[in-house]
């Protein structure tokens, strides 16, 4: 393991840093599904290892600052099996961890690739996967793309599943990652703007807002607390563009990455 993650780092340090975020988010996922132990270490071992076929894709197209032609979409697309072929060598990882290679840019609904596989048919770890890997590619900033908002993230991932997604594991992604990081400024339904200071875990879309200012009466006297779940008739309206709207970020207590 330390030798592929070596590998990788020197490849492309992005790649690397991607691979990490992908492990530590199945593995949330992992625990959200109520997965037994003794399988998170092989579920960790695939995430973590999930593109390192990509130490065979050269750098000018895995780097390439512009959308792929057809002919370097087909060169990165073999990434899945190029990494399962790199495992096949080393004879003490579980059958698993190569399928989380192959499978992980499978989709529910069957669009996806190398094989099409559909649902059921792709394996429960490379489902897990999934999620992780779109969710981090999109919150991440690449020389291809601009980073987006968490809560763009957010509900690009929880619209898709049951399509691009399997749908049991969005519903746990849903409930341990927030669309509204701590620190991303809000715009609620009442006029009040504030910073969301606290986000309970099974009520992400609800968090607590510290409110600085309204939008008709201008600046508060004094902050006001605003708990959003005891507070059913107020909704987000709209986040803060800019450092003051909390990009990207999972808060854990294409579809991006080719």
């Known amino acids: 393991l330390v030798a592929h993650c070596h590998d990788l780092r020197n490849h492309d340090d992005y790649t690397f840093r991607h ?37 065979r894709i050269p750098l000018e197209i895995l780097n390439k600052p512009g959308a792929l032609d057809p002919e370097e979409m ?14 096949d060598l080393d004879p003490r990882l579980a059958p698993e961890v190569r399928e989380v290679l192959r499978q992980h840019h499978e989709r529910w609904d069957g669009s996806g690739y190398p094989r099409g596989l559909k649902g059921r048919g792709i394996h429960p770890f490379a489902r897990q996967v999934a999620v992780a890997d779109v969710y981090d590619a999109l919150a991440s900033a690449r020389p291809y793309k601009s980073q987006r908002f968490a809560h763009e993230v957010f509900q690009f991932v929880t619209a898709r599943g049951g399509t691009l997604f399997d749908p049991q594991v969005v519903a746990v992604f849903s409930h341990v990652t927030t669309p509204y990081p701590r620190g991303t400024w809000l715009i609620l339904s009442s006029g009040h703007v504030g910073m969301v200071t606290r986000v309970e875990r099974g009520h992400t879309l609800r968090p607590e807002v510290t409110a600085v200012h309204h939008l008709k009466t ?38 991006g990455g080719a």
Do not use: F, Y
Request: charged letters at 25%.
């Open 74 to 87: 087909e060169v990165m697309r073999r990434h899945s099996d190029l990494g399962a072929q790199i495992l």
């Open 218 to 255: 201008g600046p508060l006297a004094r902050p006001l607390m605003i708990d959003l779940e005891r507070h059913p008739r107020l909704e987000v309206q709209d986040v803060l563009p800019g450092a003051l709207g909390g990009e990207g970020g999972a808060e854990p207590e294409e579809e």
């Open 19 to 55: 691979s990490v975020h992908v492990m530590v988010i199945s593995l949330i996922l992992g625990r959200g599904l109520d997965m037994p132990s003794e399988t998170l270490s092989s579920l960790a071992m695939g995430a973590v290892l999930h593109d390192i076929g990509k130490t």
